[in-house]
């Protein structure tokens, strides 16, 4: 047989096992060759192809991180798929590219949403060290807060950090900056910087942990429980006229400065707002975390004031602070004039409910508190239960323990 019919016959196989088109969402791993939501054989495929000149590189398709497409990044990909690769390369939450050493055996998490994570994963075992959030724990996490204490989660302790001899370090896209960690670690420790928080990056964040602790069985069990939730409200959200979406103002309390602090683009807040259709007024107005003038939330007239307070949670039962936070809003000068709080739309979300893999019960309280009518047959109560039963494990009961919003979903 002549060598160009049997190499056009080899390609010929290998285009028919490539997927028709990438997702839209490429998962960002080097050895996603293909750019899609998964590392699979269709990858070796693409990469093979692409070696042979009849596809165009892609970036993703580099699986050792070296700037060549050639062999080992075949070798790589099949290596990342079996869970037996000794790095890993992907692009952080501080879209930094990354290179991680595998396996990973000792973790120090300075956050509980990172920590939550873990726990998801059903890696709680390999954490050596925590934030002094999370040592304060009685019912939430309880494996975790005998860890030892790190310190702050923007302000570690260094010392403790190293003192408990971790491969990996798991921290916020931008806390503690790296002036206060990265600069004074080993480089031969890891630091994964993840939020784990956003409504709109946690869902292939979850993917991606789920590599590099080779949970991807886990993973995509967890991937399986979200999508059923948040499709759903995407679907409905997606069906929604801009004219008629809900405007909201995100109130976090007194500003430093001006009246109020608000939650804008660069937030969860923000993220969780929209992902559940509502438009955020303070958007365009200000970013991340600000303080508005009181006068302006009158002029702008916001149909829901959603407030959000890190004073309820797991590990009280009292409701009485985030109550006091719902009548210090509806008292404020001349907010009796204001559309949320003449139709009774000013909800209190607590911070530790608003935020981490478990945030598809906590969108899905925003979606009802935003459009009843659309969600009424959506219960955030029992898909939250439904995730502390499945992927916790721990002995919680929502409808009767914590304190997750206010007033209360039942009145």
């Known amino acids: 047989m002549k060598k160009g019919l049997f190499t056009g016959i080899i390609i010929s196989m290998l285009l028919l096992v490539l997927p028709a088109a990438a997702s839209d969402q490429a998962l960002s791993i080097y050895g996603n060759a293909n750019e899609d939501e998964v590392i699979n054989m269709q990858d070796v495929t693409y990469t093979e192809l692409i070696i042979l000149e009849y596809k165009d590189a892609t970036e ?9 497409i050639d062999i080992l990044d075949v070798t790589q990909i099949e290596l990342v798929i079996l869970g037996k690769e000794k790095k890993l390369t992907f692009i952080d939450a501080a879209e930094n590219t990354v290179t991680v050493d595998l396996p990973i055996e000792r973790m120090v998490t300075l956050n509980s949403d990172f920590a939550e994570a873990i726990a998801v994963l059903d890696e709680r075992d390999k954490v050596v060290g925590v934030t002094t959030t999370i040592t304060e724990f009685n019912r939430f996490l309880p494996e975790l807060r ?9 302000t570690p302790d260094i010392e403790a950090i190293l003192s408990t001899d971790p491969d990996t370090i798991c921290v916020y896209a931008k806390w503690p900056t790296t002036e206060k960690l990265d600069d004074m670690i080993p480089d031969d420790i890891n630091i994964i910087r993840m939020d784990l928080y956003k409504a709109e990056t946690l869902r292939e964040e979850m993917i991606i942990l789920g590599y590099l602790l080779n949970k991807r069985g ?33 109130d976090s309390g007194g500003g430093k400065t001006l009246g109020r602090q608000a939650y804008s683009t660069g937030t969860g807040m923000h993220d969780l707002v929209v992902c559940a259709g509502g438009v955020n007024i303070a958007k365009g107005y200000v970013e991340d975390y600000a303080d508005v003038e009181t006068e302006w939330i009158l ?87 439904e995730y502390i039963d499945d992927f916790l494990g721990i002995d919680f009961d929502v409808t009767q323990i914590g304190v997750f919003e206010y007033p209360p979903l039942e009145s």
């Not at 993703?60 to 060549?68: E, G, P, S």
């Not at 005998?146 to 923007?154: E, Q, Y």
């Not at 499709?231 to 979406?245: A, G, H, L, M, P």
Request: net charge negative; proline share 4%.
């Open 60 to 68: 993703l398709a580099d699986a050792k991180y070296d700037n060549n």
């Open 218 to 250: 886990i993973a995509d069990k967890y991937i399986a429980w979200h999508d059923q939730y948040v499709d759903v409200i995407n679907e409905r959200v997606f069906n929604i006229q801009d004219d008629d979406k809900v405007r909201v103002f995100i």
């Open 299 to 385: 002029d702008e007239n916001p149909d829901v004031i959603c407030g959000i307070s890190f004073k309820g949670g797991y590990e009280t039962d009292d409701n009485v602070l985030m109550k006091d936070f719902y009548n210090e809003i509806i008292v404020l000068p001349g907010f009796n004039n204001v559309a949320a709080v003449q139709n009774d739309r000013v909800r209190i979300m607590s911070n530790s409910y608003a935020f981490a893999p478990h945030y598809p019960a906590a969108l899905t309280s925003m979606a009802t508190w935003l459009y009843p009518d659309t969600f009424s047959d959506m219960d955030p109560e029992l898909i939250h239960q």
């Open 146 to 154: 005998t860890k030892t204490d790190v310190g702050g989660w923007s």
